[in-house]
């Protein structure tokens, strides 16, 4: 490599290959160890151990390059020696001088052939990197930081959240780092068991009003405890019409919301006090009685009119 940058570029693409094969994992301490020789023209050689991240690999180099030509603008001469980085000071320390070449082990072999390996860097194909997907999600698809950062931190993750996005970005984003991943986990299932035309569906009921997030929820975990148990997944609008689980007006729970109101007496005389709070506990009982098919807001205007018209 002529400079760090060169190495710092050749190194995140055999990073990224490296992670993409499942043999390197960056994020694990101790995955990564690199001895790295270096060299400026016309001067010694100096080999660096004790490197054990790829970034380490440009810091010590980065350094080593400074020291060297700081030397050589003095009128000294680099020894050929063996260093070793120190990654919390981001420096490297001589630890023993060489004198020739077998000093490096270094045995000829006439049938390997010199690498150029700067010439592999402009014929390295690479994906999408996540840092520039994720900057890329918020500004194509206007979500939020940790919903970008939660959804690229998977290719598959990703992928599968592109393939809803088209409902509403947002929604989705929402609906599959929160809800679907969290419901995933439990059931120790992962992405690829999920139909992506499934999510779909049901984020195209939800954006419509069709049926509530409650709703949404009972109907996601019925499709995914289908798909856990190796049953065909069932569409969700065939779930929501067999459940009965459509939104309804609030007008139709009318006697279920005079029925609660009448058997939770306290709460009506806090909500009289001044305790907000009270009126969100009894739309809370509404909605156990209705199955989440009515809208929470909706439901607290009906159970407020209530309270106010009743002798309770």
């Not at 960056?26 to 690199?34: I, K, P, T």
């Not at 599959?176 to 068991?193: K, P, Q, W």
């Not at 109101?261 to 509404?286: C, H, M, P, S």
Request: net charge neutral; charged share 30%; with cysteine.
């Amino acid at each position: 490599m002529r400079s760090p940058q060169e190495a710092r570029r050749f190194l995140n693409k055999l990073r990224t290959i490296l992670e993409y094969l499942g043999v390197f994992d960056g994020d694990r301490e101790g995955s990564l160890r690199v001895d790295a020789n270096i060299s400026l023209e016309g001067s010694e050689r100096v080999e660096v151990k004790n490197i054990s991240s790829y970034k380490g690999v440009e810091k010590a180099l980065t350094f080593e390059v400074t020291r060297q030509k700081n030397l050589l603008r003095r009128g000294q001469k680099v020894t050929r020696e063996t260093r070793h980085f120190m990654e919390g000071r981001g420096i490297t320390t001589s630890a023993r001088s060489k004198e020739e070449e077998h000093d490096y082990r270094y045995f000829p072999e006439p049938d390997l052939r010199p690498l150029r390996v700067a010439d592999w860097v402009a014929a390295i194909d690479l994906p999408e990197l996540p840092v520039a997907r994720k900057n890329r999600f918020m500004t194509q698809y206007g979500i939020s930081l940790n919903h970008a950062r939660t959804l690229t931190g998977d290719p598959k993750l990703a992928d599968f959240y592109e393939e809803v996005a088209h409902i509403d970005p947002v929604l989705a984003a929402t609906w599959v780092a929160d809800t679907l991943l969290g419901e995933l986990n439990y059931r120790d299932m992962s992405i690829a068991a999920v139909p992506a035309g499934h999510l779909s569906e049901l984020l195209a009921l939800l954006k419509s009003e069709t049926i509530t997030d409650k709703a949404g929820v009972q109907v996601l975990r019925e499709m995914l405890d289908a798909c856990a148990a190796g049953s065909p997944c069932e569409r969700p609008a065939a779930i929501v019409e067999r459940e009965n689980l459509a939104k309804a007006t609030g007008n139709e729970f009318a006697a279920i919301v005079e029925k609660v109101v009448a058997a939770n007496t306290q709460a009506v005389e806090d909500y009289r006090a001044g305790k907000k709070g009270a009126l969100n506990f009894i739309v809370g009982q509404v909605m156990k009685e209705t199955r989440g098919r009515a809208d929470p807001r909706e439901l607290g205007r009906i159970v407020a009119e209530c309270i106010d018209t009743s002798g309770v």
